[in-house]
C-alpha cells in the first residue's frame, strides 16, 4: 500500500561531484541517490524510507550525451531519455538504444528519468538496459579516492542489486563506437503501449556480408536481471544467417531463459514467444541495414 | 536539510516559498498554493493528470521534489488562459468536443502544449504516442487526437510555429 | 425534418472554460476554513480476518493528531452503500433479500482494503503518520475467491442473513423456477438441429475514472450535516446518510461536486459514511477525506466478475428455438446491488432475440474479492461475451452470415424488451447493422480473410445489443425539475442529477432552451445537490430520456403559464400562440404578439398604476415544475463491427477498426453522443482485450494501479466510426433514447468474434490476452476449426 505522502528524509544536495562522493563516503548505505527520480520517488511511496536522499540536481555538468566517432557514446549522470532521443548520432549508430529509448515509458517520463537510472534500478524490465546491455558498455563509478570501470556484462548482480557500492557514483556511461557492419535492434512486448515490457530483446549484430561475425543478445524480463543469451549468440557467430539457422535459435532461446508468472505475462508464454521475438530482432536489424 | 527555500517562477508570477523537502511539486501546487488546477490521479507517474512544464518540459509534478525545483519556470493550465480568455489549444479541446469529465483535461492541455512546441505539425501517429502518458477514460481519445490537430492548425503565428507554444509558455 | 434550432446540435458544453483551465472545482479541490484532514485505516495485509485487537493509543498521541476513532466510536448502524433498496417498493425490498450488512469501521474485514478506523488530523501528512501508528492484530479466516469456493458446506458465513454465502438468486416468487424467461426450453432444445453450448468466464473490469474519490463533510454549530460528494445520486446519498447517522433528512445536506468521470464507480456512496462519521466527531470543522488511487480501487465496487454458462438450440435452417443460461457471479464482500446485474445480465439476454423459449438463472456469491456494483453496461457486456459467440458459433454451423441471421432474428418493435411486458416502442437496428456493415466492408472482408495462410491474419466480426434508458418498471423513476422564469425573462433550471462528465447538463440545457423559445444563453441549469428536489441519480442510461422528459415537462408547464398571461394580454387563445426568439405571438398573425419580459417582468415588479389604480399585467414569477415519473424505457439499441489483425507466433490481437452504429432515437448533442460512443469503445476494448482486477492467493490485489492495469492508451485504440442512427423514439424528450452505456457492450462481441473469423477458435475467458490466444493455438490449432468458421 503506497501513501500520497512521501516518508521524512533528509534532503542532500551536493553542488559539486566532488561534493557528492564525500557525502556518499560519510553516509555511504544511508543514502538513496535520486537523479531522475520516476523510481525512486514511487518507491519511496511504497515501502522505501530512506535517511537520505541525495538529489544530483545541484552538479553541474553530468547532463551529456556525447558521440565521437572513435570513443563512442558517452551518456552522463543526469541525461535523461529525452536528452539521449534529442541526439541524431544515437538513431544513426545505436538503433536497438534509440528504439528503447523511444518507447520508453510515457513522454512525462522520459523528460525525467535518466539512462544511467535505468541501468541502477537493475529491473529485468528496463527497455534501455536491454539495449545496453546488446550493444555493450561499461559505467564509471567515481569515489572520493578514484573512479573505476564495470564492464555493463559484470553490472547487475541480482534483481535489483548492482556493482556499484555504496559510497559510490555512477556518473558516466561509454558505449563503444559503433564497429564495421555493425547492426542492432530492439523488440518488446506489453500489454498496451505505456506497459512495462512482459518481455524484451535486443540483438547486436556485426556483420561481413551475409555472416554474422559477432553477435550479442539481450534478453529482458526472462531472469532476476536482464540476461545476454550466450549460447544462442554462439548458434549465430561465425556463421550465414539462413531461415534454418533462426529456426535453430528460436529453439535455442527457451533453454537459456527462467522466466516467471507475473503481474504482465506467464512463464510459459514467454518461454512459448521468447524464441520469436528474437527472431523478429535479428530480422529486423539485418534488413535495417 | 528538511526544508528549502526556493524560487518558482509559475505561470509568470514568482513565488517564493519554504517547502518541506518531502513535498512533491504536485502537493506544493496544490496544498500550499491552491493552485488547483493540477490534478493527482495516481501519484505514480502513469495517469498524466498531474503533468505541469518545468522550463518547457512536460513532466509528472507527482514524481518531482519541490525542493530541487528552485529556480524553474513552471506552467500549468491555468497559465495557458488570461482572464478566462482560452488559448488555441484550449479553445481547440473545447470546438472538438474533448472534454468530457475534465479531470485529465489539465494535463492534457499541458502535454499538448509541449508536443506542438517542439513538433509543431505533428502526424496522428505522432499525436497519439506524445498523449500515451496522459489517460483518459471518457473520451476514447478520439476527439482528443481531433482537438490536437487542430491546436496545430491553429496555432498563432503558424508559420513561426517553432516558438509558438513557448512563447505562451513564456508569458 | 425537425423544426428544433437547439436540440439537435453539438451546442458548446456549459463546464468547458472551467475544466479547460483546470478552474473545475472537484472535491479535493475544495478548501474550507479550518478544514481538518481524515484518513481511514484499512486492512491491506488481509482478505478475510477478524480484527482481535484495535490499539489507537499510540495513533492518537501522534503529533497533529484531533481524533481517532473506532468501531465502537461511530454509530452501529449497519448500511449498504448501493442504493437498490431505494429504488425498489418495500414488497420487492423484501422479495429480493436486501440486506444492510456494511459497517462504518469493521471487526470482520471481508475483503483487502475493508476500514477498520479512522484518524483525523490538522494535515494529511500527520493523519498518514499516524496511521502507521495503528496496532491491529488479526485472526486470519479462510479466503475465498470464487463462488466455487465460498459456497462450501463448510465455508466461513459472510452474513447470518445469506445462508450458504449466497447473496441474491432470482426470488422463486417472481420468477418461477428461480428463471426469468418463459417457454419449455428443455422440449425445444430436444428439437433444436443445432445446440451450442460453452462456459464463459467475465472479469473483473475497473471504472478507473480519473478522478479518485474525495470528500469534505461537516457537522455545522446548526447540527446539519453537509457533505461535498461525487455521487452520481445527491438525493439518495442524502435519504442514506439520514437513515444511517438516524438524522431528519432536513438536517443532512449534499454538495455535489463537480464528478471526474462515474461510469457507475459513484453510484450510491463509496466513503461517505467514512468522511461524515469523522465529521461528526469534530462539530464545526470540516474534514476533507481524499483516496489513493489504490484505495479507490479497492474501495469502489467494480464490475462483477464470474462464470456465465449458456447454451442455444437453433433448427438448421437457422430459426433459433431456446436459450438457456446461468451467470454465476462473484458478488465480493458485501451485498450492495446483489439482486441488481444477476438480474439484468439475464434481461439482457432475454431482450435480443426471438428465442421462443429462453431460462436464464442469476446468482451472486460472497467471495473475498473487492465489492462489486454498478459498472456501465451493468450485466450487458458479460451477456454480450457469451451470447454473441455462440451466435457466430451456431451461425458457422448453420451456414448464416452472422449478421443476417442478426437482422432476421433480432427482437424489434413491438416484442418484449428487457421487462416482459413492457415492449420496444421503437428499434432501428436493421440500419444499425446495415450502415455498421457497409463502413467496415463487411461482405468483401469476410470474403478477403477467408483463406489465410499467413502469420499475421485478419478477421472482422458483429455484435449486437439492447440496453435501456432509465429502469422503468423495475427501478423507480422519478425526477423533480423546476424551472424559475426571471423577471428579466430567463430561466434557471434546478434538477439533482449529477452530469458525470457525459455532457447531460448541457444536452438538458438544450432541451429547456428549445422547450421555452429561449435562447440557449439565457437557460442556466443547476444542480444544487439536495437542496433540489427528488432525483433518482444520474444511472441506468436515464439523465436524457427520464430527467429530459422532466426538463422538458418543467418548461412546457413554466410555458403554459407564460402562454396564459400572453392569451389574455393578446386576446389570443393559449393554444393559437407560439414563441420565437422570447416574443410570444399569434401563428395566424404574428405581428401580434408581445415579449415575454414583459410579462416576466410585470408578474415580478407588481405595481399598483398610480393613475388608475389598476395592476400592471398579471401577478406572480413563473415557476414551471413537475414530479415526474417515466411512462418507459424506449431501449437503444447498437450494432457493432471490428477488425482484427492476429498475430498467431505471438497472439497479440490488434484491432485496426472499430465500428459503432447506434439507434439512439435523436441526438440532441450529437457531438456529446458521439462521445459517449467513442469512449465506450475504449471501454468494451479493455472489457474484452485488456482489463481485469486478479488476486493473489490470499485475496490480495495484484493491479490495483495504472501500472499493473492496463487500459487502451491513444496509439492502441484503433481507427473508430460511429455512426448515430437517428429514428425519433415516440416516447423519449424529442425522440431520445439513451446512449450513456451502450457504446462499451457490443464491441465486446465484436472483437471476439472477429478474433474468431480471423483464426476459427472461440476464447471463453475474458480479457482474451495473447497468452489465452497463443495457448488457444497450440492446443486447438488453426487448421480444423476453421472450416466452420469460414461456412459463410
Known sequence: MSSRILPDFDLLLPKSLAEAVELLATHGQRITVMAGGTDVLVAMKFTQSPEYVMSLDGIPGLGYVVFDAAKGLRIGAKATIADLLAQPEVKQHYPALWHAAEIFATGQVRNTATVLGNLLRASPAGDCSCAIYAIGGKLILQRTDGRREVDIDDFWLSYGVTAREPDELAIELVLPPPAIGARSAFKRMTRTNDDLSKLNVAVQLEMLGNTCVEARFAMGCVAPTPLRLRNTEALLKGREITAELLARLVESVPSEISPIDDKRSTAEYRRQVSGVLLKRAIEEACSAA | MKDAAITLHINGEEHKLNVAVNRTLLEVLRDQLGMTETKYGCGTGECGACTVLVDDRAINSCLALAATMDGKRITTAAGFAHFGELNHIQQAFNDEAAIQCGYCTPGMIVKTASLLAKNPDPTEHEIRHALEGNICRCTGYEKIVKAVQKAARTAPGRTVKADAACQEVAQ | MNAETIVGTSAQRVDVKDKATGQALYAADIQLPGMLYGKVVRCWEHAHARVVRLDLSQAAKSPGVVKVLGPADVTRNKYNSSVMDLMVSAQLHDML??????????????????????????????????????????????????????????????????????????????????????????????????????????????????????????????????????????????????????????????????????????????????????????????????????????????????????????????????????????????????????????????????????????????????????????????????????????????????????????????????????????????????????????????????????????????????????????????????????????????????????????????????????????????????????????????????????????????????????????????????????????????????????????????????????????????????????????????????????????????????????????????????????????????????????????????????????????????????????????????????????????????????????????????????????????EKGLGGARERARAC
Open chain 3, 97 to 778: 433479500g436486501d440486506i444492510d450488512d456494511q459497517d462504518i469501521f469493521t471487526t470482520h474485514v471481508k475483503y483487502q482494503g475493508d476500514a477498520i478506523c479512522g484518524i483525523i488530523a490538522k494535515s494529511e501528512e500527520a493523519a498518514e503518520r499516524a496511521a502507521a501508528k495503528v496496532i491491529v492484530e488479526y485472526e486470519p479466516l479462510p479466503v475465498y475467491l470464487t463462488a466455487e469456493a465460498s459456497k462450501q458446506p463448510d465455508a466461513v458465513q459472510f452474513t447470518p442473513q445469506k445462508p450458504g454465502n449466497r447473496a441474491f438468486q432470482l426470488p422463486e416468487a417472481m420468477f418461477p423456477g428461480n428463471a426469468l424467461g418463459g417457454g419449455d426450453v428443455d422440449a425445444a432444445m430436444q428439437d433444436a438441429d443445432i445446440v451450442v453450448e460453452d462456459v464463459f468466464y467475465v472479469p473483473k473490469q475497473k471504472q478507473c475514472q480519473m478522478e479518485p474519490h474525495a470528500y469534505i463533510a461537516k457537522l455545522d454549530n446548526a447540527g446539519r450535516l453537509t457533505c461535498w460528494t461525487s455521487s452520481q445520486m445527491p438525493k439518495l446519498v442524502q435519504a442514506k446518510l439520514a437513515k444511517l447517522f438516524e438524522l431528519p433528512m432536513s438536517r443532512v445536506k449534499i454538495n455535489a461536486t463537480v464528478i471526474g468521470g462515474g461510469f457507475g464507480a459513484r453510484l450510491g456512496m463509496i466513503s461517505e459514511p467514512q468522511a461524515c462519521a469523522m465529521a461528526m466527531a469534530v462539530p464545526g470543522h470540516p474534514v476533507k477525506l481524499q483516496t489513493l488511487r489504490e484505495e479507490d480501487w479497492a474501495i469502489s465496487p467494480s464490475r462483477h466478475p464470474g462464470k456465465y454458462w449458456m447454451k442455444i438450440g437453433l433448427r438448421k435452417d437457422g430459426t433459433p428455438l431456446a436459450c438457456d443460461a446461468r451467470f454465476e457471479n462473484y458478488k465480493g464482500a458485501y451485498y450492495l446491488d446483489a439482486s441488481g446485474t444477476a438480474f439484468t445480465a439475464g434481461a439482457w439476454l432475454g431482450g435480443m432475440y426471438k428465442f421462443p423459449a429462453l431460462r436464464y438463472k442469476g446468482e451472486s456469491y460472497f467471495t473475498n474479492q473487492g465489492l462489486t456494483g454498478a459498472f456501465r453496461g451493468y450485466g450487458n457486456p458479460q451477456t454480450n461475451f457469451a451470447l454473441e459467440q455462440l451466435i457466430d458459433r451456431a451461425c458457422a454451423q448453420v451456414g448464416a452470415d452472422p449478421v443476417e441471421w442478426r437482422k432476421k432474428w433480432h427482437k424489434g418493435v413491438g416484442d418484449d424488451g428487457w421487462c416482459p411486458g413492457v415492449t420496444y416502442p421503437s428499434c432501428a437496428l436493421d440500419e444499425c447493422l446495415d450502415r455498421g456493415a457497409a463502413a467496415i466492408d463487411w461482405a468483401a472482408k469476410r470474403r478477403k480473410y477467408a483463406n489465410q495462410t499467413g502469420t499475421k491474419r485478419r478477421g472482422v466480426g458483429c455484435a449486437v445489443m439492447n440496453h435501456t434508458s432509465g429502469a422503468m418498471p423495475m427501478l423507480l423513476e422519478h425526477t423533480v425539475c423546476t424551472v424559475k422564469i426571471n423577471e428579466d425573462a430567463t430561466a434557471e433550471v434546478v434538477f439533482a442529477c449529477s452530469d458525470m462528465g457525459q455532457g447531460s447538463h448541457t444536452a438538458l440545457k438544450q432541451i429547456a432552451a428549445e422547450t421555452l423559445g429561449f435562447p440557449f444563453g439565457d437557460v442556466q441549469l443547476a444542480n444544487p445537490g439536495s437542496d433540489a428536489g427528488f432525483d433518482i441519480g444520474a444511472h441506468a442510461s436515464r439523465t436524457i430520456y427520464v430527467g429530459g422528459a422532466a426538463v422538458k415537462a418543467a418548461c412546457e408547464d413554466a410555458k403554459r403559464q407564460l402562454f396564459a398571461r400572453a392569451s389574455e394580454a393578446l386576446q389570443v387563445p393559449a393554444d393559437q400562440l407560439d414563441i420565437r426568439d422570447k416574443k410570444i405571438f399569434a401563428k395566424s398573425d404574428p405581428a401580434r404578439s408581445i415579449d415575454v419580459e414583459s410579462i416576466t417582468r410585470a408578474g415580478v415588479y407588481h405595481f399598483i398604476d398610480p393613475m388608475t389604480g389598476k395592476p400592471e399585467g398579471a401577478p406572480g414569477q413563473i415557476q414551471g415544475y413537475v414530479s415526474f415519473f417515466a411512462p418507459h424505457n424506449s431501449p437503444p439499441f447498437g450494432a457493432s463491427f471490428a477488425e482484427v489483425e492476429v498475430d498467431t507466433e505471438t497472439g497479440e490481437v490488434r484491432v485496426l477498426e472499430l465500428v459503432n452504429a447506434h439507434d439512439i432515437g435523436r441526438a440532441i448533442n450529437p457531438a456529446a453522443v458521439e462521445g459517449q460512443l467513442e469512449g465506450g469503445i475504449q471501454q468494451g476494448l479493455g472489457f474484452v482485450l485488456s482489463e481485469e482486477t486478479y488476486y493473489d492467493s490470499q485475496g490480495r490485489m495484484l493491479n490495483n494501479s495504472f501500472t499493473d492495469y492496463k487500459m487502451f492508451g491513444p496509439s492502441d485504440m484503433p481507427k473508430i466510426k460511429t455512426i448515430l442512427v437517428e429514428n425519433a423514439d415516440p416516447v423519449g424528450p424529442f425522440g431520445a433514447k439513451s446512449v450513456g452505456e451502450s457504446g462499451l457492450v457490443s464491441p465486446v462481441g465484436a472483437v471476439a468474434n472477429a478474433i474468431y473469423h480471423a483464426l476459427g477458435i472461440q476464447f471463453m475467458e475474458a480479457p482474451i490476452t495473447p497468452e489465452k490466444v497463443l495457448k488457444g493455438i497450440n
